[in-house]
C-alpha cells in the first residue's frame, strides 16, 4: 500500500457530478414540514413562495439517490474544489498517539468555510428561476460571506441580515460582504415587522439567528422577484453539502482507509450531514459499523439536551412547523459563547438519523474547544474556525484515549473553516477570559415551554 500523503488532492475528473441525497437510503424518512396554521403537511407550492423552485423539489426528494450537480456549479465548485483530505502526521506526533488522523479541510476559499457549496448551487438556481435579488441571514457571517461571493460570480442583489453582535464583532466580515456587492443590515433592525417587534420588546438584545431569519423571510415576501435562502438545517442544503462527503469518500477509498469514526461540528448539520452522506448510507445498509459523532456547543445543546418536537426554524414563528431535535425557537444562548453554531434547532435530517440511533452526539465547553483549536494551531499550522474546532476537540478527545488503550483508531473529521475572523475569540481565549457557559434545566425550560402544541392527533396522521 502507497503511503498516505500529506494532503491528498483528487483531480478535477474525479471531482463528484452528483450529489447524494441521503433520505433516499434513510429506512424512515423525516416527518414532513407542518403549516403552522392549518397543521396540514406544507405543499411544494406554499414553500415556493419563499424559496426557489428547484430547491424546493429538491426538499422534497426522497427517492433519488444521485442529484445530478449542473455543470454551471460545476464550473463554480472547480475554483476553489476539490478540497483536501488531510493525514494530521504533525497531530498525531504532539499527542503521541497510535491513531490516524485526517480532517477534510473546508477552509480553502476566501469565505472561508463549505457554506460556498450551498451557495453556489442556490444563487444558481435563482439565477435559472430569472430571481434578481435574494435575501438572507448570517450569524458568525461566513455565510453572508459566502453568498455574496456566489451572488457576485452569478450577478444577483443580495441583502443579508447579520446577527446584531456578530456585526459589531466582526465588522470585517460585513466589509467583505459589501466587497462582493452584499448589502449588510444589522439585526433587529427597523426595516421590517418582525425586527421592529423584537425590538419594542427587548431594546437592548444582541439579536439571534432566528430573529435575523424572521427579518430575512419578511423582506423576500415584500420584494418583487426575491427569494429567500438559508445556509443550513433544510435537506437541500444537507445535499448541496455532499460534495464533501464524496470526495472524502473517494479520497479514502483510493488510498485503502477505512475510518472507524467520522467526528464534525454541528449547528444546524450542514457540514456534518454533507461529510458523513455516502458514509451513514453503508451503515443504514448494514454494510459497515462506523461510528459517527456530531459534536455541539454545551451552550446551545439542541441534540444533547433538546426536544425532538415540531417547531418554528425562526424566533418570529412564522417558519414551517419542523420535527427537530430544538431548544424552543426563542431560546437565545448566553452572549459570552464566542463559538458559534448557536442555532436553537438541527436539521431534520440529522435529528431523525439521531433519533434512531445512527449518530451519536456530544457537547463541549468553548474554553476547552480553543485549547484544542490552540493544539492545532500550533501543529498543523491552519487557524480552526471555532465551530469546527469542536470536532477538533472531540477528535483529540477519541486520539487521547487510543494513546491510553493503544487502539490504533483510524479518525476522520471535519474542518469545516478557519478562524480568521473569529479573533475578537480567539483574544478573550488567550487573554484567559474566555468563560464557560452551560444553560440549568430552568432556562432551558424557558425554551421548550415556547414550544408549539401540536396535537396527537396531528402527530399520528403525518
Ligand atoms: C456555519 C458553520 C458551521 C455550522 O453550520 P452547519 O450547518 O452545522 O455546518 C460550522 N463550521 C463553520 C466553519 C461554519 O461556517
Redesign the pocket.
Known sequence: MQKVPYKIYLSESEMPKYWFNMKAVMKEKPEPFLNPATLKPCTPEELQQVFCKELVDQEFNDTDKYIEIPEGIREFYKMYRPSPLVRAYCLEKTLDTPAEIYYKF??TNTS????LNSAAAQVYYAKQQGITCLTTET??G??GTALAMACAYYGIDLTVYMVKVSAEQKPYRKAVIETYGGKVIPSPSDTTEAGRRILAETPDTGGSLGCAISEAIETAIKTKNCKYVL???LDH?LLH?TVIGLEAKTACDKYGIQPDMII???????????LIAPFISEKIEGRSSIRIIGVEPASCPSLTRGKYAYDFGDTGKTTPLMKMYTLGSGFIPSPNHAG??R?HGM?PIISKLYHDGYIEARAVEQTRVFEAAKVFARCEGILP?P??SHALCAAIDEAIMCRETGEKKTILFGL???GYFDLTAYMAYNSGTMTDYIPTDEDLEKGFAGLPNVPECVLMEV
Open positions: 473546508e477552509g472561508g468555510s463549505h457554506k450569524g458568525a461566513q455565510w445556509g443550513s438545517v442544503v453539502q464534525g461540528c454541528i449547528g444546524g448539520g450542514s457540514n456534518f450531514g454533507g458559534g453554531l442555532y436539521s474556525a465551530e469546527s469545516s473553516g478557519t
